[in-house]
């Protein structure tokens, strides 16, 4: 099966499309134009922000959109030496998804000094190129990847362009896939090396109580959860398993891996579809022995508002704020 990347995001957005009519916008139709990047001030409050978009390269060819924000409007944004932050979802636009710039996350983070990092994943509106011209977007070759992938490539590679720009770690922020992304990381090389922190909203990690059934046969047929586990994916029989990992069953994730004194934040809501308590529960038990794991639960928060939530400023960011001024 060589489309399951495009499948990955077509049960995202159809996630997303239970919670949040906003994000469709966010995505394109294949062969629509790709918009201006951000950096080009198409966003009304993002003008007058010091922007720069850079171009990064996976290891296996990908060629992947990553944008900078690291000077604002205020006195505080202008210090020179200034802390990474680095802000995961999968499109980054997602980020800017509101009305209002106090009620964006990584303009607020910029105002207050931070050194702003906004990558965009392979198959994602502005991450749509490949190194190798027999790969395109439209081609099947384009969509052969998993999480893994993501996870091993686009992440290590988007990190390793920040750490060399910076010379410093960063705070990693992820949102939704940008958890899943984050946990499976630790399982495949040494985040640590290039991430002191990371706050997960809305983690999705295990996906034993999904309520709704079409979007969970989704995730079983074509992501591969198949199991009650966090694992690589399944490819549905033993031997194909076996071609591409050496043993029948796909590989588990290890989230033992995780170094016990890393900083983790997570954040979930009451009402969200995607990311439930009760998922979020294991995973905390799983990371029981961990000596720095903070949580923030928000009953009546559901998967996109910890984005796009009007309430977000005043119950969310200060509270991510904290945790990153007390690792500093």
Not at 189 to 205: C, Y
Not at 229 to 252: C, K, L, R, S
Not at 297 to 304: L, M, P, R, T, V
């Amino acid at each position: 099966m060589v489309v399951r990347g495009w499948l990955i995001n077509g049960v995202i957005i159809y996630i997303a499309s239970l919670v949040s009519s906003e994000v469709q916008e966010l995505y394109h139709q294949e062969n629509a134009a790709v918009p201006p990047s951000i950096c080009s001030g198409d966003l009304s409050f993002t003008k007058g922000y010091r922007c720069v978009d850079y171009n990064v390269i996976t290891e296996d060819g990908y060629i992947l959109r990553l944008w900078r924000f690291h000077e604002g409007r205020t006195k505080e944004s202008r210090k020179e030496r200034k802390q990474p932050v680095f802000m995961q979802h999968g499109d980054g636009r997602c980020w800017f998804a509101v009305s209002h710039a106090d009620q964006s996350l990584a303009i607020q983070l910029v105002e207050q000094g931070y050194d702003v990092w906004i990558p965009n994943t392979r198959g994602t509106t502005y991450s749509q190129q490949h190194v190798s011209s027999n790969i395109t977007y439209s081609s099947e070759g384009y969509w052969d990847f998993t999480y893994s992938e993501m996870a091993t490539y686009d992440l290590r590679a988007f990190l390793n362009f920040v750490y060399l720009e910076t010379g410093q770690k960063v705070h990693y922020i992820g949102h939704s896939q940008g958890t899943t992304m984050m946990f499976a990381a630790f399982s495949e090389w040494k985040v640590e090396e290039r991430v002191k922190s990371a706050v997960m909203l809305a983690p999705v990690v295990f996906l034993n109580h999904m309520p709704f059934g079409l979007t969970y046969a989704l995730a079983k047929s074509y992501i591969g959860v198949r199991k009650p586990i966090f694992a690589q994916y399944d490819y549905g029989n033993p031997a194909t398993n076996m071609e591409h990992y050496g043993v029948p069953e796909p590989p588990p994730y290890d989230l033992r891996k995780i170094p016990k004194d890393f900083p983790l934040f997570l954040i979930y809501g009451g009402q969200d579809l995607l990311s439930i308590r009760e998922d979020v529960h294991i995973l905390l038990n799983k990371l029981r022995s961990h000596r720095i794991v903070r949580e923030l639960y928000i009953d009546n928060y559901a998967h996109f508002d910890f984005l796009q939530g009007i309430t977000a400023k005043d119950v969310v960011f200060p509270d991510i704020v904290g945790f990153m001024q007390g690792i500093d």
